[in-house]
């Protein structure tokens, strides 16, 4: 199946991945192409700021949560009808689980996919020494993908000595560089970029930078990389299977918290409810006094309610309905931010207490670092989550946050190492805790949800 693509990676974090993905996205939009874009790994931040450049929704691809074939499958899909897919590393380009493998580093998804790859390379401080550094990432492995190189905060005066200089002695080509502007930089926050809406005049700054792009990359050149990458292998049978799936979700009408406090969100999590049938009825658990009507589930995604602390509070009428549905054993599920919401208290990020939901007893509070971060395998101790036998979840912790009551049902082990935890409170109606989960990464964890759901419908509303 051909999906025109590339993958812009880097040798670390902070090298200006994301700013220049926005402004090559915004610099195609601009030539009046159909862009779709992915974000490698499992950040919530960056793909906003995709979607708010092309105006649809960017997805992840992560080689952890997926097999190979599910992998290749969500890329093509989501990829249908553009002209161009533009994916965005993580970390450096070989950075992987555990700090010591390339097990779900852009490099696993590039070579996964045999996707063609654009190292960027920060070039402040550097001239010919740009030549061994590029060299050591092109042969770090033999099938490395990478086919190009673009050079950030390089002088337009040095560019073309250096362009030629790659390309005869490494034979590899260059498309291009980037000169340092001053206003075009995105600020960061305790867990990552701030957010899209909060960088005053981002679209113009966008612009400008696609204007620059437009000027210093062979945009045509990166086009015509993209379209020549191999065509996905995906199998008959991994299609015909995600295709088709049961509607296990028919009739349901779940609530999903979303505003400024709730907006961690899998794009994919979303299509995977709504291909089994599901409704998903968005609601603001800050600006709404009470829950959607006739619910039959309901998700509380991570975010940042230690920054609306207050407002929060200050809906009783949201939190009393949450909790007496909840109560009433309406099916949940809930991550990190979420989770932080259905405890007695919570701190803002001030450090004072907030009145949360009440259904977790305890107080989630602000802790200095990163509590447990990077890739998990959860699995219940009881042997069933949501009533239902799931076996091993893939999912992800990233918290400045704690609880004193993080539940003990399951156990979340880091992979390639012998820490682990207990966590999560489980019960037959209730999955909450930090860790968030990737759908496609254990079916049965969400079509368990999802079944969870169909019970509370017939029971209250008497459906089949």
């Given at each position: 199946m051909s999906t025109p693509r590339f993958l812009l990676t880097a040798g670390a974090s902070g090298s200006g991945k994301t700013l220049i993905t926005c402004g090559i996205l915004q610099a195609f939009k601009n030539k009046g192409l159909e862009v779709a874009s992915f974000k490698c790994g499992p950040d919530y931040i960056d793909p906003m700021f995709h979607t708010k450049v092309i105006g649809t929704k960017s997805r992840n691809l992560d080689t952890f949560f997926t097999e190979p074939d599910i992998t290749c499958y969500l890329l093509e899909r989501n990829s249908r009808g553009c002209d161009i897919a533009v994916m965005e590393g993580v970390m450096g380009y070989?950075?992987?689980?555990?700090?010591?493998?390339?097990?779900?580093?852009?490099?696993?998804?590039?070579?996964?996919?045999?996707?063609?790859?654009?190292?960027?390379?920060?070039?402040?401080?550097?001239?010919?020494?740009?030549?061994?550094?590029?060299?050591?990432?092109?042969?770090?492995?033999?099938?490395?993908?990478?086919?190009?190189?673009?050079?950030?905060?390089?002088?337009?005066m040095l560019y073309p000595r250096i362009k030629n200089m790659i390309e005869e002695q490494l034979h590899i080509k260059v498309y291009g560089y980037l000169p340092r502007?001053?206003?075009?930089?995105?600020?960061?926050?305790?867990?990552?970029?701030?957010?899209?809406?909060?960088?005053q005049g981002f679209q113009e700054k966008l612009k400008k930078l696609a204007a620059v792009?437009?000027?210093?990359?062979?945009?045509?050149?990166?086009?015509?990389?993209?379209?020549?990458?191999p065509s996905l292998a995906i199998s008959k049978e991994t299609k015909q299977h995600l295709e088709n799936p049961q509607k296990t979700g028919q009739q349901l009408r779940i609530g999903v918290a979303c505003d400024q406090a709730f907006c961690f969100f899998y794009e994919d999590n979303f299509q995977f409810l709504r291909d089994r049938g599901a409704n998903l009825v968005f609601f603001s658990p800050i600006e709404q006094e009470h829950l959607p009507e006739n619910l039959d589930g309901l998700l509380l995604y991570g975010g940042y309610p230690e920054l609306f602390g207050k407002q929060l509070e200050e809906n009783k009428t949201m939190r009393e309905d949450i909790r007496k549905m909840l109560e009433k054993k309406l099916p949940v599920m809930a991550e990190c931010g979420g989770f932080m919401y259905l405890h007695e208290y919570f701190e803002d990020m001030e450090g004072q207490l907030c009145q949360g939901v009440g259904i977790i007893p305890g107080t989630a509070y602000r802790t200095e670092k990163l509590s447990r971060f990077g890739y998990i395998q959860v699995q219940s101790k009881s042997g069933?989550?949501?009533?239902?036998?799931?076996?091993?979840?893939?999912?992800?912790?990233?918290?400045?946050?704690?609880?004193?009551?993080?539940?003990?049902?399951?156990?979340?082990?880091?992979?390639?190492?012998?820490?682990?935890?207990?966590?999560?409170?489980?019960?037959?109606?209730?999955?909450?805790?930090?860790?968030?989960?990737?759908?496609y990464g254990n079916p049965k964890l969400a079509e368990a949800y999802l079944q969870c759901c169909q019970n509370y419908h017939k029971q209250t509303k008497g459906g089949h």
């Open positions: 070989y950075d992987g689980v555990g700090g010591t493998t390339v097990k779900a580093s852009a490099y696993d998804l590039a070579r996964i996919t045999k996707t063609p790859v654009v190292l960027i390379v920060n070039c402040k401080g550097m001239s010919v020494s740009i030549l061994p550094y590029i060299k050591g990432f092109v042969e770090f492995q033999p099938d490395s993908q990478i086919q190009g190189v673009l050079l950030n905060q390089m002088s337009s502007v001053e206003d075009c930089v995105i600020e960061s926050r305790h867990l990552g970029l701030v957010m899209p809406e909060e960088i792009l437009e000027k210093t990359v062979d945009l045509d050149g990166l086009l015509s990389l993209g379209e020549a990458a069933t989550i949501l009533g239902q036998e799931v076996g091993i979840s893939p999912a992800h912790e990233f918290h400045y946050f704690d609880s004193h009551n993080s539940g003990k049902d399951c156990y979340a082990q880091k992979p390639n190492s012998k820490r682990g935890w207990e966590c999560i409170h489980s019960t037959d109606t209730m999955l909450a805790g930090f860790p968030h989960f990737y759908y």
